[in-house]
């Protein structure tokens, strides 16, 4: 079983930045048996959507068309860490933001390919 444990949400003006961190425990071997974390957000009242994702041997990245450009996504193996740095923040970049994490994954923004989720860290960007 692995444990996701987000951190870094916060309340910042449009245009700040913020970093988002994940650690991953639970498993010393992770990187192999659970290849890659991303990070999803969730709005009031909207679904649960796909942010970025990264895969942990290669460092394979992928980012939703909205954050391109902006949002940063990396890994420390040695801290078990993904990081996801985030410039010019939008308003509508406020949400819940959580990390999952997934050992056999064909579709990195489907949510149910990710087989371990955090409990979320909340991002507030005022206007």
């Known amino acids: 079983q692995l444990q996701l444990v987000e951190s870094g949400g916060g309340l910042v003006q449009a245009g700040g930045s913020l970093t988002l961190a994940c650690i991953v425990s639970?498993?010393?071997?992770?990187?192999?048996?659970?290849?890659?974390v991303g990070w999803f957000r969730q709005a009031p009242g909207k679904e649960r959507e796909f942010v970025a994702a990264?895969?942990?041997?290669?460092?394979?990245?992928y980012y939703a068309d909205s954050v391109k450009g902006r949002f940063t996504i990396s890994r420390d193996n040695y801290k078990d860490t993904v990081a996801l740095q985030m410039n010019d923040l939008k308003p509508e970049d406020t949400a819940d933001y959580y990390c999952?994490?997934?050992?056999?994954?064909?579709?990195?923004?489907?949510?149910?390919?990710?087989?371990?989720w955090g409990q979320g860290t909340r991002v507030t960007v005022s206007s």
């Open positions: 999952a994490a997934g050992s056999k994954i064909r579709n990195v923004q489907a949510t149910g390919e990710y087989d371990y």
């Open positions: 639970g498993r010393t071997s992770y990187t192999f048996s659970t290849p890659l």
């Open positions: 990264i895969s942990q041997t290669i460092s394979l990245t």
